[in-house]
Nanobody, 123 residues
Framework: QVQLVESGGGLVQAGGSLRLSCAASGRTFNSYMMGWFRQAPGKEREFVAAIGRSGSTTDYADSVKGRFTISRDNAKNTMYLQMNSLKPEDTAVYYC????????????????WGKGTLVTVSS
């Protein structure tokens, strides 16, 4: 019922910033908890950040806490990930995903996934 499309990925130097967007086409976007996940080459997909239905509740992986900020605009059916102070180890394909009912958000528990957008951080 929900289609997700990520955008905003690209190449950035270490210490730089990037803002990812996730556009949703579902009719009830505000009914879903949303999250960002990433997968680096040769590694398993991992949790990055999560946001509740209203946007008031957020959660972050320890590796990005203090550097990344997740937000959503339900009126625009869009979720964002502001990434600051980027490090080479942040290089990965970033995916947005939607979950109807569970918290915390888990890789294996998401109901819908986008196709991903590549973020490359050079040293």
């Amino acid at each position: 019922q929900v289609q997700l499309v990520e955008s905003g990925g690209g190449l950035v130097q270490a210490g730089g910033s990037l803002r990812l967007s996730c556009a949703a086409s579902g009719r009830t976007f505000n009914s879903y908890m949303m999250g960002w996940f990433r997968q680096a080459p040769g590694k398993e997909r991992e949790f990055v950040a999560a946001i509740g239905r209203s946007g008031s509740t957020t959660d972050y992986a320890d590796s990005v806490k203090g550097r990344f900020t997740i937000s959503r605009d339900n009126a625009k059916n869009t979720m964002y990930l502001q990434m600051n102070s980027l490090k080479p180890e942040d290089t990965a394909v970033y995916y947005c995903a939607a979950e109807r009912s569970s918290w915390p958000l888990l890789v294996g528990g998401m109901d819908y996934w986008g196709k991903g957008t590549l973020v490359t951080v050079s040293s």
